[in-house]
């Protein structure tokens, strides 16, 4: 009885040894080509901003974390705002990025839906949205790895640059 069951397996093997890789040889070559396209379109491809004037700098604005804030202008006086974040190398968390939430969101698990996606929190500077610019409210450090708000700063506004909203 394990005789003709052996001898069976033996020649299902040897089928399957055969059919297998001609089976993958024939899906790699009928495999489509990987599309290409020749440039980003224009309304994914975002032009670089520089800022060049900082107007303040803060390190006590997260209370649990040790992160220093630079607000950054492209004018003297005038302009875009843009944000640039900078930790100790010790403050290690994976996949870090930053939201601002007008208002004074409440430390949840979840990013507010109001909360505007500004990037990644190692990028060079960061270009605030007009929202943001008018409105006082705070800023999420959201760690997506962990799938958890690392930290919300203190409220403060751009208007007058250095002061806590109301």
């Known amino acids: 009885m394990i005789r003709p069951l052996r001898q069976r397996h033996y020649r299902a093997f040897i ?43 803060r390190a006590g604005l997260f209370a649990r974390s040790p992160v220093q804030v630079r607000l950054l202008r492209d004018g003297k006086n005038s302009g875009r705002y843009g944000l640039k974040f900078s930790a100790d190398k010790n403050f290690v968390k994976p996949d870090l990025i930053v939201y601002w939430s007008a208002g004074n969101p409440a430390m949840t698990s979840t990013v507010p839906e109001n909360a505007i996606l500004l990037g990644a929190f190692d990028a060079e500077a960061l270009p605030l949205p007009v929202a943001a610019e008018k409105s006082g409210g705070s800023l999420l450090l959201f760690s997506l790895a962990d799938g958890e708000i690392v930290d919300v700063s203190k409220p403060f506004s751009f208007q007058a640059p250095g002061t806590t909203a109301n």
């Open 15 to 57: 089928v399957l040894g055969i059919f297998l890789p001609a089976a993958f040889a024939i899906g790699i070559a009928a495999r489509k080509p990987a599309p290409i396209i020749a440039e980003i379109p224009a309304a994914l491809s975002r032009e670089p901003q520089s800022f060049e004037f900082i107007e303040w700098q």
